[in-house]
């Protein structure tokens, strides 16, 4: 049981006879372990002691998990995700979630992940913790992190559901597709909760090329031969190619190039010769296509 302040009440069965029985509403976040992830408890909260009951088995219930990029990630780009929990037969909501890497998610994270400004959500280690912005390491139990409800977010939510906000960062390195995990709670509000509502979901995402948004790019119809009716380039014919390359001002210098003759010009600009490749900004290469 972690040092966070929970919310309990206790009660007699029989008064002056029986010893209290504590029963743990989790409403300022629960103990780490229980998103449904692997290594987690597989039914979520109701493992805790806190709740009852069969995950996903009220029916119009759910917990969804969004992520902006889709089922999509680019390593090292910060996505947004929402966790929406529904039950419209109750009055207040929580959530906990862990992204994992796929070959290993017992024991690695996938990337790192950041509460939403509005205070409705935390980010906690397995000590219990809160996690550091750089992540959950040895000195706090292990890498692995959570992110779930706050008091605030709970005393928020409202039937028949709410949604839960916040940022993941992925790995910057490509580690194979990785999942986040999530378990959805829903309940009366008491402070005492026994008949509350478990559901658990996932979402895998699969990683994407990085594309470089200064990479030069050929306009469409932008391979033009010179002094001919052809319209490919042919050999041992001159030829223009137009085209772009975001990031880079009209004064950046634009190298010539000869194929076939293995020699190379520097175009002269404002009186300097500057070497470099990368193509002017709405100008062209001219070239020639060796014969042999």
């Known amino acids: ?82 966790v929406t929990v529904t039950d419209a037969t109750e009055k207040r909501f929580g959530f906990q979630l862990s992204a994992r890497v796929d070959s290993s998610p017992k024991t690695q994270p996938a990337g790192l992940l950041l509460a939403g400004s509005d205070g409705f959500t935390q980010v906690i280690c397995i000590d219990g913790g ?37 940022t993941w960062t992925p790995p910057t390195t490509d580690v194979g597709s990785v999942t986040l995990y999530a378990a959805g709670n829903a309940g009366s509000g008491a402070d005492v909760v026994t008949g509350t509502h478990v559901f658990l979901s996932s979402l895998k995402l699969t990683p994407t090329a990085t594309t470089n948004p200064n990479a030069p790019a050929i306009t469409t119809g932008g391979v033009v031969p010179l002094n001919s009716a052809a319209t490919t ?39 300097q010769r500057e070497a470099g490749f990368p193509v002017l900004r709405d100008a062209r290469i001219a070239g020639g296509a060796g014969s042999g």
């Open 1 to 82: 049981m972690s040092n966070r302040k929970k919310y309990l009440t206790n009660f007699a069965l029989v008064a002056f006879a029986a010893a209290p029985v504590v029963i743990y509403a989790y409403s300022s976040g629960p103990d780490p372990l229980l998103s449904g992830a692997p290594g987690d408890s597989p039914t979520g909260c109701i493992a805790s002691g806190c709740h009852t009951g069969t995950p996903n088995s009220q029916a119009g219930g759910s917990v969804v998990i969004k992520a902006s990029g889709g089922s999509t990630y680019v390593p090292g780009q910060t996505q947004t995700i929402t």
């Open 233 to 271: 380039i042919q050999s041992g014919s001159w030829f223009s190619i137009f085209g772009t390359q975001p990031g880079h001002g009209s004064d950046h210098p634009v190298e010539w190039y000869f194929p076939g003759r293995k020699q190379a010009r520097r175009h002269k600009r404002n009186g």
């Open 130 to 166: 809160p996690a550091p912005a750089t992540g959950c390491t040895s000195k706090s139990g292990g890498p692995l992190q959570w992110i779930e409800h706050t008091g605030l977010g709970y005393l928020k939510s409202a039937a028949p559901a709410t949604t839960f906000t916040f």
